[in-house]
T-cell receptor
Framework: QKEVEQNSGPLSVPEGAIASLNCTYSDRGSQSFFWYRQYSGKSPELIMFIYSNGDKEDGRFTAQLNKASQYVSLLIRDSQPSDSATYLCAVNIPLFSGGYNKLIFGAGTRLAVHP | DGGITQSPKYLFRKEGQNVTLSCEQNLNHDAMYWYRQDPGQGLRLIYYSQIVNDFQKGDIAEGYSVSREKKESFPLTVTSAQKNPTAFYLC????????????FGPGTRLTVT
């Protein structure tokens, strides 16, 4: 069973619409959750993180977390063609030796925003 | 400007050769990480380090080696023992503890033929 699952897409939305990206995770010990945007051929860029149940808004982006359902989502309002990219969900898993923790990444959802 | 640099951007090697990928950061971050990314897949952790002179194996460490002699630097060597070395290699860093927000360098695309 994959630890972090995302629909690979592509998710196609018209310009100006709301894009909804979803992610489920398996480890109930996970404490913080991240969304990265990755343009083709480039490295991932951190756009949001969330650690409390509920919503967290930053500009056109809203991250939503439901720990009971082990579900995290990213909403992009007023989608623009420049938002077309792969969105990676990452989940922080604490390691109990030496205080380390690590991120587990999903395979990503490809978003295509068409004019 | 603070950030993470990786060099080179593209690297081509013949099978059987070791190759070292550079990663430097000036963010004053304690923790550094190496990932590889294959087409259509998520990032997989190779090695990580939280302090100088200490590092831990990640999920796919076989065929790789690292060193952490300076806080700013975390080079990765891809050895000839790595069976499928062609991939996009990403270095990241974060502050120790906290929520573990990791920031990535631009990556090195390694092709081995």
């Amino acid at each position: 069973q994959k630890e972090v699952e995302q629909n690979s897409g592509p998710l196609s939305v018209p310009e100006g619409a709301i894009a909804s990206l979803n992610c489920t995770y398996s480890d109930r010990g996970s404490q913080s959750f991240f969304w990265y945007r990755q343009y083709s051929g480039k490295s991932p860029e951190l756009i949001m993180f969330i650690y409390s149940n509920g919503d967290k808004e930053d500009g056109r982006f809203t991250a939503q977390l439901n720990k009971a359902s082990q579900y995290v989502s990213l909403l992009i309002r007023d989608s623009q063609p420049s938002d077309s990219a792969t969105y990676l969900c990452a989940v922080n898993i604490p390691l109990f030796s030496g205080g380390y923790n690590k991120l587990i990444f999903g395979a990503g959802t490809r978003l295509a925003v068409h004019p | 400007d603070g950030g993470i640099t990786q060099s080179p951007k593209y690297l081509f090697r013949k099978e059987g050769q070791n190759v070292t990928l550079s990663c430097e950061q000036n963010l004053n971050h304690d923790a550094m990480y190496w990932y590889r990314q294959d087409p259509g897949q998520g990032l997989r952790l190779i090695y990580y380090s939280q302090i100088v002179n200490d590092f831990q194996k990640g999920d796919i460490a076989e065929g790789y080696s690292v060193s952490r002699e300076k806080k700013e630097s975390f080079p990765l060597t891809v050895t000839s023992a790595q069976k499928n070395p062609t991939a996009f290699y990403l270095c990241a860093s974060s502050i120790a503890g906290g929520f573990n927000e990791q920031y990535f360098g631009p990556g090195t695309r390694l092709t081995v033929t």
